[in-house]
């Protein structure tokens, strides 16, 4: 293929997404990684396990939903479905991702490997970055930047699992919320719809309420009745608005 | 399964972890195809998957695992809300909310004594 001068050569550009290993949201994640390897040591989970849990599932709240299944002592079919439903997430984002990135010329089998490199923090980054990358180069972009977090978090693990037991109880427990408060940050500012604002908000209350409710179902129940509820709230506020307009 | 159940536990977790993310990114990428942008049912699907996290992250939060179970209910909770007003008042930096969210928590862990 031909390539211009000025837009850069595909080895160039996979760099160029490599290099995001020192951003911002990068580091973030690597630290929560550390909380989630704190987290998986406390479960008594070998690191052999943890290392291919990472490369395989690859998204944190399905670990971490994941990893309390099994310690719940969940059969395959209940651990399945609980992980499966926290994963609905990932249709859409990667479905809103892929005409960002891909050409008239991308292979579909490019985009079934390569979205496997999908989860809350490639996302925001490749969604906010691949606007100042050429066309042509966005899936090369996505992939070093992609294959870099995961290989880079395995290795993290590896290094830190014999340590993180011996952490002090205070860096413990501030890694483990790391989780959840970088989640409610990163929803938020990467929201580009309304309707974002309104489930996060409503998730948030329909989580513990569906707990007491129904334990068993507590994350399945909220995400389908919280989501539709906001859903739904959004839709007439939105419509009411177009009326008055 | 526990895991030490050697060979079973990789093939559990390929099955219940692997497969169960996958499975909606590979369809992510068919309806990356076809799915409008603009539509309503994209939507719906949206509202459904934030909320789904948002009810994730509310369980780590109110019911913790580990070191954090014995730490106060108060404390955590008093810890988010300090951490968002001081996103909101950050320009929605997450590293401000984020950072603050953890000051506070460790330093109402400290002074618990633990």
């Not at chain 1, 100042?132 to 972009?141: D, G, I, L, S, Y």
């Amino acid at each position: 293929m031909e390539e211009s001068r000025d837009e850069g050569t595909g080895r160039a550009w996979f760099l160029a997404g490599m290099r995001g290993i020192v951003s911002l949201p990068a580091m973030i994640l690597m630290l929560s990684f550390v909380g989630f390897c704190a987290f998986t040591a406390q479960a008594g989970a070998p690191l052999e396990q943890v290392i291919f849990m990472i490369g395989a599932v690859w998204a944190l709240p399905a670990k971490v939903i994941l990893v309390s299944s099994i310690m719940s002592g969940a059969n395959l079919l209940t651990a399945f479905i609980a992980v499966t439903l926290s994963s609905i997430r990932l249709m859409p984002m990667v479905a809103a991702l892929v005409p960002e990135i891909r050409t008239t010329r991308t292979p579909t089998w490019l985009l079934l490997v390569l979205s496997h490199f999908v989860a809350i923090t490639a996302w925001v980054f490749a969604m906010e970055r691949v606007q100042a990358v050429p066309r042509q180069h966005r899936v090369t972009f996505f992939a070093g930047f992609g294959i870099t977090l995961v290989l880079a978090n395995m290795a993290l693990v590896a290094l830190v699992y014999r340590f993180v037991a011996e952490f002090p109880p205070v860096v413990a427990g501030c890694l483990f919320f790391l989780t959840p408060v970088y989640f409610l940050a990163s929803i938020w500012s990467s929201a580009r719809h309304p309707v974002i604002y309104v489930a996060l908000a409503i998730g948030l209350v329909a989580g513990p309420l569906f707990y007491w409710l129904a334990p068993e179902f507590d994350i399945l129940l909220a995400g389908a009745g919280g989501g539709t509820l906001a859903w739904a709230l959004e839709r007439t506020w939105r419509k009411r608005r177009e009326v008055r307009a | 399964m526990s895991w030490d159940d050697g060979w079973w536990a990789y093939l559990f977790i390929a099955i219940a972890g692997w497969l169960a993310t996958d499975i909606w990114r590979w369809l992510g990428v068919v309806a990356g195809n076809r799915l409008k942008e603009d539509s309503e049912a994209l939507n719906w699907v949206r509202a459904v998957a934030t909320a789904l996290v948002a009810a994730v992250v509310a369980k780590l939060i109110l019911y913790p695992t580990g070191v954090l179970e014995q730490s106060p209910l108060w404390l955590r909770l008093g810890a988010v809300i300090i951490g968002t007003i001081a996103f909101f008042v950050g320009r929605q930096k997450p590293a401000v909310g984020i950072a603050t969210a953890i000051a506070v928590l460790a330093t109402g862990l400290l002074w618990l004594g633990f």
